[in-house]
């Protein structure tokens, strides 16, 4: 099976059509992540200062409501986030189609994941730490950034990792309705076209994607763990 | 130095801290101690404003404190040390810049810090670890990081919650040891919190003894062991007193016992001794039992030997 016949097809698909999907997908995915760990950043660090009862500066009326609208936009499928923000999107961007109209929903999507995940990441540093930075004077601002964000460093890298791998998902999904990219590759030019060269092809790129992500990641979570 | 007045805080029904006052005096090591619930850390928490309190007041120099995130709150804070049964430091820290933490976050020249840092370091015998990381450290040097960090800032006050309590006892006392040597060579004021009635006997000269937010009783230590208060006896385990006689001497006293019985051809047991502070001045305390009719002659005895002592009370009255 494997002939050279089989290789110059191979090729032939992977230079015409599947490599400048791999590179759609890596762009959809660095942009869509540069503004979910952006804005996530910014809201968790919020959401841990105005957490009820873990916060540094407890505040239900802030917390409330964040918490409310990530919760309700993570509990959407993501298929279904995307047709809902198709009108919005086609109004911001003109169009609903190609890589600029995925990141919308792809962002809207992943912010609220990542923002709960940095968060989380963040309470779990031991409270007794937080406590001995104000028994030295420290305000809310000096102890959310050397004790809360310097000691959760490890556990915000792998949820980051969690999250950029989240988002390679969620892109192939978005290539459904448009976006371009491998997920879209593999639907339209293989399975439904039952190019079984084309769909596989994609699929373990992909995996091989995954799997050099989760590995940069656990590189990086190391390193961090010691200063 | 420290003035407690009438402070009191409730979580809902239960009162955690009832109008309590108290003063402690500038250079003093004061031991707080009591059953778990007593309080004991509730108050030592208030007293850097880590926790509110319902009514009542608390100044350290005169200076009010309070929980407040304002700089006048915090500045009143940072003239107080604390450190902490589980250390506290922070793990991708190493020893340098554990120690140098507070210093950083408040902003000080980088000359400034790496001198006060360097001199800390070395007064806690920790020169070898000062690239260190803590999960790297034993559990004593970590409570002397925790030491030296909690002295950067120049603070009046060093207050220790159950600082020993997770150390095995030659650490706990090395630890000891250490505060009391501090004490000495800056003069400044300790508050230790504990549960063990060893960390009082070893380094306080002043206690204060808390039962269900109430205090039971305070006052020098020596005081407090010799009329042994009920509240002590209840924290030793309650055991019952047969001494009638309370007895402190030093450890170059000799022959004081053996020397009263030739003397007064008495009988005498000795119930209980405790020791009292660390090397030098360490003294013991006898809790004894003599005849009932000798009591009154080997107490005259005693003192005209220049000894400390008095009759226990049978059921002491609480109050010192």
Known sequence: MFNS??????????????????????????????????????????????????????????????????????????????????????????????????????????????????????????????????????????????VILKES??????????ATINCVGSTAMAGAVGAGGLGSVALNYGFYSFNDLVLYTSVIITLIIVQLIQLAGSLLYHRCLRK | ???????????????????????????????IIGQSGAGKSTLLRCINGLETFDSGRILVDGIQISTGNDRQAREARREIGMVFQNFSLLDRLNVYDNVA?????????????????????GLVDLNDKISAFPPYLSGGQKQRVAIARALTM??????????TSALDPRTAES??????????????????????????????????????????????????????????????GN????ANLSVLFCEQDQFVFSRMVRDLETDFDIMDIQHLGMGKEAQIHYSIRVPEEKLDTCLSWLRKKGIYC??????????V
């Open chain 2, 239 to 242: 055991r019952e007193n047969h």
């Open chain 2, 154 to 163: 120049q603070p009046k006050v060093l207050l220790c919650d159950e600082a």
């Open chain 2, 1 to 31: 130095m420290i003035q407690i007045e009438n402070l009191s805080k409730r979580y809902g029904e239960l009162e955690v801290l009832n109008t309590m006052s108290l003063h402690i005096q500038k250079g003093s090591i004061f031991g």
């Open chain 2, 310 to 319: 008095q009759t226990v009370e049978k059921e002491g009255a609480d109050s």
């Open chain 2, 101 to 121: 933490f507070p210093m950083k976050s408040w902003g000080y020249k980088k000359k400034e810090i790496d001198e006060r840092v360097r001199e800390l370091i």
């Open chain 1, 5 to 146: 016949e089989f290789w110059d097809v191979w090729m032939r698909y992977f230079n015409q059509l599947i490599a400048p999907a791999i590179l759609v997908t890596l762009r959809l995915v660095a942009v869509t992540m540069l503004i979910c760990v952006v804005c996530g950043f910014g809201l968790a660090c919020l959401m841990v200062l105005t957490h009820p009862s873990k916060g540094l500066h407890p505040n239900k009326k802030i917390y409330t409501p964040i918490s409310v609208v990530a919760n309700s936009i993570r509990s959407f499928p993501f298929v279904l986030l995307i047709v809902t923000l198709a009108p919005i999107t086609r109004f911001i961007l003109g169009t609903m189609i190609g890589e600029a109209a995925a990141i919308l929903p792809l962002s809207v999507g992943g912010i609220p994941f990542v923002a709960r995940l940095l968060e989380n990441a963040m309470l779990e540093v031991n409270p007794q730490l937080i406590e001995m930075a104000r028994s030295f004077g420290l305000s809310n601002r000096e102890i959310l950034v050397r």
């Open chain 2, 175 to 236: 630890i000891l040891n250490l505060l009391k040597e501090i004490n000495e060579k800056t003069g400044i004021t300790i508050i230790v919190v504990a549960h063990q009635l060893s960390v009082i006997r070893n380094i306080c000269t002043h206690m204060a003894i808390l039962e269900d937010g109430h205090l039971a009783c305070h006052g020098a230590t020596t005081e407090i062991f010799m009329q042994a208060p009920a509240a002590l006896r209840r924290l030793q």
């Open chain 1, 153 to 162: 460093v490890p556990a915000i890298v792998n949820s980051v990792t969690l």
